[in-house]
């Protein structure tokens, strides 16, 4: 589930639509949650061989740590990478801001985290664009999103956090858990195999 604070919008025949605040998202503010609704087809499931379902698959869903494959219901599955993106996954089923993010603003993640298994052009537009994201990216810049995760969960707490709820209560303890010792969960969580 995407944060209330946003909207799709259109923005090319190439990239497609966007996701983009409606409102200032501070950093340490979950901008995603991987809630109930979400669609989860288990590595092995038919559909994921389904020649028909492949673009749909390909195009909007992410591949899980487990081989499984998460379809988001809502919006969120409309938000694209950035090389320099302004919200990252952690390792709870969650993606916060780990920067501030202004109105009108898109919403990006970084795709790398993903679990890729193959590389994928970018243009992304960034000054710092990889030009491709590539399953390495994961060991390339792991120390840098964790840097990133940490300086926003340590932001967390105080801030107004609208899906908070739509967590279950196991990752609630574990997050403040984490926070109270400051031994946040690495990204490396995330990652496939």
């Not at 901008?31 to 092995?44: G, R």
């Not at 673009?55 to 909007?60: A, E, F, M, T």
């Not at 994961?138 to 300086?151: G, K, M, S, T």
Request: charged content about 20%.
């Amino acid at each position: 589930m995407i944060h209330p604070a946003t909207e799709l919008r259109y923005i090319s025949p190439t990239i497609g639509f966007g996701v983009y605040a409606t409102a200032f998202i501070p950093r340490g503010t979950i901008v995603y949650v991987q809630d109930a609704l979400e669609i989860v087809l288990p590595a092995d499931h038919p559909l994921l061989t389904a020649e028909i379902y492949q673009p749909i698959l390909h195009k909007y869903s992410t591949v899980e740590k487990d081989g499984s494959r998460l379809l988001s219901w809502d919006i969120a599955r409309y938000v694209n990478h950035s090389c320099q993106s302004n919200s990252l996954s952690t390792g709870y089923g969650f993606e916060v801001a780990v920067r501030d993010i202004q109105p009108g603003e898109e919403i990006t993640d970084d795709y790398g985290l993903f679990n890729l298994p193959y590389d994928m052009p970018c243009a992304c537009g960034h000054p710092d664009c990889r030009n491709s994201i590539r399953p390495s990216d994961f060991e390339l810049l792991i120390d840098r999103w964790d840097n990133q995760l940490h300086a926003a969960l340590a932001q967390l707490i105080p801030l107004e956090q609208p899906l908070w709820r739509y967590l279950d209560e196991t990752t609630q303890t574990a997050v403040y858990t984490d926070l109270a010792t400051g031994k946040f969960r690495s990204v490396q969580a995330l990652r496939h195999g």
